[in-house]
């Protein structure tokens, strides 16, 4: 039993202390005026008369249903050729870069033999119609002193055994070769160390060198040289061994070996056009020979159609390389121009001529030979305006070959 009221008292308050207290109320919205309200999102139209318009729209014609086709065929097209011109630029130029390595090396491997020599200077004569080329050359078969090394071609201006003045006519249709002996007698210009005088070729350039050899000549035929080119004849002997040989015409019975045509390797080519004591006209007689096996080696390597097969003509370009000296100044696109500019040249359309000499060429004695001056204006008249064959048909007593 409890003792008293306050142990009665303390359950009841226990009680009172395990019940859980009542929620708190939850206060009232507060009303704002509508201008408050936030704006309503805005409502999406999902069609309107614009979207509807189509069927308003009249059905299109069937012309222009075909004037649309083709405007979208003519797109597609513009743009496939855009493309297939893009493709074809890359193509073309890996191509042209390829060409251009290789053109490279072939240049180099043919032309890694040619020689230079100083350019002419101190020039004589005019700029005339057409290209003007002093070709000079000598022959080792010839009893002379020896070619040695790459300033050899000093040799060939001491000692001319052919001296030969190419002109290529305006339109490149035609070429004629114009054949001075070695051993003419020419009016020699003043220079620096000696007065004007006759003499030959081999004085002029003994006192002089080659500006004043090239000057002789050119003052001679009053036309300037385009280009000056020496030949050492050794390479006229591989061209006719890598042509498997030439036929040359004979012109005249001499020195054991008949009139007529006849098949020489390099070896003999050299030998004939050699001064051989037996020769009666002497260097008339080897100028002869010279235009023949020249006529020869055309026929054979340009008629023949031989050049057409490109490892021949690599052979026949670099063995001319090898025996070849130009001027400094002409360089390799002058050079390819003019091998261009002859690419129609056929034996047909080549004539050899030689300078007109007197009526007793060796009057003079000691071997040099006299050349008919007047005629030999009308010649050179000829070629500085361009009309030699106009000259020749005129003149058909002018040996030609």
């Not at 226990?14 to 704006?39: G, I, N």
């Not at 012109?251 to 054991?256: A, L, N, R």
Request: with cysteine; glycine share 8%.
């Amino acid at each position: 039993m409890p003792d008293g009221p306050d142990e009665q008292d303390a359950p009841e308050a226990s009680r009172e202390d395990d019940v859980a207290p009542a929620p708190a109320a939850k206060p009232l919205p507060v009303f704002r005026a509508l201008d408050d309200l936030p704006a309503a999102p805005p409502q999406v139209e999902l069609i309107n008369d614009r979207d509807l318009s189509w069927v308003d729209k009249p059905e299109i014609s069937d012309e222009e249903r075909e004037r649309r086709r083709a405007r979208r065929d003519e797109r597609r097209k513009k743009v496939h050729r855009r493309r297939r011109l893009r493709r074809a630029a890359k193509v073309g130029g890996v191509l042209f870069a390829t060409f251009t390595i290789l053109f490279g090396f072939w240049a180099y491997w043919t032309l890694s033999g040619l020689q230079r020599m100083p350019a002419i200077e101190d020039r004589g004569g005019l700029n005339t119609p057409g290209q003007n080329i002093l070709l000079v050359g000598r022959n080792p078969a010839e009893p002379e002193e020896a070619t040695i090394g790459r300033g050899g071609w000093r040799n060939a201006f001491k000692s001319s055994d052919l001296v030969m003045v190419l002109h290529l006519t305006r339109d490149n249709r035609a070429m004629f070769v114009i054949s001075i002996p070695g051993d003419s007698l020419l009016p020699i210009p003043a220079d620096g160390t000696s007065p004007a005088r006759q003499g030959l070729l081999s004085d002029a350039f003994a006192t002089g060198g080659q500006n004043l050899y090239v000057r002789t000549v050119e003052e001679f035929t009053g036309a300037r040289m385009d280009r000056v080119a020496v030949l050492d004849m050794n390479g006229l002997a591989e061209i006719a061994n890598h042509l498997g040989g030439v036929i040359v015409e004979i012109p005249t019975q001499d020195c054991g070996l008949q009139a007529g045509p006849r098949k020489l390797d390099g070896a003999s080519a050299l030998e004939y056009v050699a001064l051989n004591p037996c020769l009666p006209r002497h260097d008339l007689d080897r100028v002869d020979r010279q235009q023949s096996l020249l006529r020869g080696l055309m026929r054979t390597a340009v008629d023949g159609n031989r050049i057409a097969n490109p490892f021949t003509l690599s052979r026949l370009l670099k063995s001319t390389a090898s025996h070849l000296t130009l001027e400094e100044d002409f360089g390799y696109p002058s050079m390819f121009g003019t091998m261009f500019s002859m690419r129609g040249l056929r034996s047909a359309t080549t004539t050899f001529l030689t300078v007109p000499t007197a009526g007793d060429p060796f009057a003079g004695g000691n071997g040099a030979v006299l050349l008919d001056r007047a005629r030999g204006e009308e010649l050179f008249t000829a070629l500085r305006s361009d009309k030699l064959a106009e000259y020749l048909a005129l003149n058909k007593d002018i040996t030609t070959r």
